[in-house]
């Protein structure tokens, strides 16, 4: 893991950073809506989420990495808005977190290259070179050093059996955590109500459920060993959560069972 | 312990996480542990950690973010146990 960041690296991101916000003023509201009115979703007890998100972030003033589950697509756009009021981009622009996305998935078109450049996002190839996967690890750790919110989904993709597949995240989520002093992680569980297993959108008109918790991964680690503890820490912390989900809603879990058969 | 017998190892190692097994019977020092046998980049820290398990080695993360091939890993273990 690079430990110093460059100038310009520097740079570049507080340039990112800064245009982003510009471009976020007008386009968040548009996502909002599209996501709110255009497809029909809602967050259920939205302001008390936002409450407890806002407490959660309270609790955790420095390094911060949000990990949710991935089912969808828009998962990230989801969480944002599920955490973070749209008076956050005035007052808070750090809750609004920086993503990584696979660069494959839209790499090919430029206006989709700006869009995410615009959206905070740090696109990464799976399994490509390694230099440059090191040198978006080292962007990452740099944002979080500057006390910046990173979101990233360990199990990397979408999940193929529609539940947190803990056994399988990816250890460079352990890796970064481990990498920062002081880094904490925001584990969110979000699912909609018809969510039954990974779809690029989520079906149209439905609610979706938040569940979240803070962990600390306690002692600075460093080492492949502890990248996997870590790892698998976060891994069965969302899998806790998604098991609370299914407690709660064991309709949701009949569903998605007998999807899975 | 040669060099062959360090591969043997590794081959054996990696094995469990192979996905594509018909690619293992013509395996040799250049063949890819990604893309050639297929193994999701995830697991390669479980194969590193392996390594480390069964040579009674301590492997740095930039030498395992170096190990790419058969090959690699093959010289990044002899280089510790030689």
């Known amino acids: 893991m690079p430990a110093a960041s460059s100038r310009r690296q520097r740079w570049a991101l507080a340039l990112q950073r800064c245009l982003s916000r510009a471009a976020a003023l007008p386009l968040w509201p548009l996502a909002l809506f599209w996501m709110r009115w255009v497809r029909g979703y809602r967050i259920e007890d939205l302001r008390a989420t936002r409450a407890r998100a806002r407490a959660l972030l309270r609790r955790a003033p420095g390094p911060l990495l949000v990990c949710p589950n991935h089912l969808t697509w828009i998962d990230s756009l989801l969480v944002q808005w599920a955490i973070a009021s749209p008076w956050q981009l005035l007052t808070q622009f750090r809750v609004f977190a920086w993503n990584v996305p696979e660069a494959n998935n839209f790499s090919h078109n430029r206006w989709l290259r700006g869009a995410c450049y615009l959206a905070k996002c740090l696109p990464i190839r799976r399994g490509g070179d390694r230099a440059g996967q090191r040198r978006v690890l080292s962007k990452l750790v740099t944002l979080l050093r500057q006390r910046e919110l990173v979101m990233l989904f360990p199990e990397g993709r979408r999940s193929r059996s529609g539940r947190v597949e803990a056994s399988t995240v990816a250890y460079g989520v352990g890796k970064l955590a481990n990498a920062v002093p002081g880094c904490r992680v925001l584990c969110i569980y979000l699912r909609g109500e018809k969510q039954q297993s990974r779809t690029v959108l989520p079906e149209r008109r439905q609610r979706f459920r938040v569940r979240m918790t803070l962990l600390n991964p306690g002692q600075p680690r460093s080492g492949l060993r502890a990248a996997r503890t870590t790892a698998l820490e976060i891994g069965a912390e969302l899998a806790g959560l998604e098991e609370e989900y299914f407690q709660a809603f064991p309709t949701a879990a009949v569903a998605s069972s007998r999807r899975g058969r | ?82």
């Open chain 2, 1 to 82: 312990m040669t060099r062959q017998d360090v591969m043997n190892k590794v081959i054996e190692i990696v094995r469990p996480f192979v996905k594509d097994s018909a690619a293992l019977s013509a395996v040799t020092a250049k063949t890819s542990i990604l893309d050639d046998l297929k193994v999701n980049s995830a697991r390669l820290v479980d194969i590193v950690l392996a390594f480390e398990d069964e040579f009674d080695i301590e492997v740095e993360d930039e030498d395992a973010d170096r190990v790419e091939t058969i090959g690699d890993a093959t010289e990044l273990v002899f280089a510790k146990v030689a």
